[in-house]
């Protein structure tokens, strides 16, 4: 599989209640199953059970740095992740965001986003 165009009626897996089973779903439908870990749908997929499986960019990136997988061009879906309180409580996101902005600021930011194969806009 060279391109997400392949992937319709491929066998794909991905983790159970997670976007990457979402997203699996929508490109195949009639050939996706989804596990409760993702350590198990990579056994598959090593087995030759699943031709592709769907996870987030740094799960991905650190099984493609085995050297066993290869991981295709391009992102399926994006995601942000967010931060919720109950309405009304601006004080407590003010903090909030302040403390994410000065962290998004620092070198410690920037190293855990190289560590882990991001990069700052992801």
Do not use: C, R, W
């Not at 199953?33 to 996870?55: C, F, N, P, Q, R």
């Amino acid at each position: 599989i060279t391109s997400t165009d392949e992937l319709k009626d491929a066998n794909i897996g991905g983790q159970l209640g997670t976007t990457g089973e979402t997203v699996a779903e929508s490109l195949s439908p009639h050939h996706t199953t989804a596990v409760e870990d993702m350590g198990i749908a990579v056994e598959i997929l090593k087995s030759g059970g699943y031709d592709a499986v769907i996870m987030d960019i740094a799960v991905a990136k650190n099984y493609e740095a085995t050297g066993s997988f290869k991981m295709l061009d391009g992102v399926l879906q994006d995601e942000s992740t967010h931060i919720i309180a109950k309405e009304g409580n601006t004080e407590l996101m003010d903090a909030i965001n302040k403390a994410l902005a000065a962290f998004k600021a620092s070198d410690d930011y920037k190293t855990l986003m190289s560590k882990y194969g991001l990069d700052a806009a992801e």
